[in-house]
C-alpha cells in the first residue's frame, strides 16, 4: 500500500496486489491487477477511469 492512497467502501483484492503511491480506489470495486502511480480505478474487474496527473 502506497502514500496518498483512497479506497471506497467494500473494496476487495485478489492476493498479492500492489497499491502505488496517489492511487484512488472506487467504491465496489474488485482489484485484480496492479495499476501505475496516481490511477483512478473502479469497476469489477478493475480498469483504469483516469490518471490524477
Not at 483512497?6 to 472506487?26: K, L, Q, S
Request: net charge positive; charged share 15%; proline share 8%.
Amino acid at each position: 500500500m502506497g502514500n496518498d492512497v483512497w479506497i471506497g467502501r467494500e473494496v476487495m483484492f485478489n492476493p498479492g496486489m500492489t497499491i502505488a503511491d496517489g492511487t484512488v480506489i472506487a467504491a465496489r470495486t474488485l482489484v485484480c491487477k496492479s495499476f501505475p502511480p496516481y490511477s483512478v480505478i473502479g469497476g469489477n474487474p478493475s480498469k483504469l477511469i483516469s490518471n490524477r496527473e
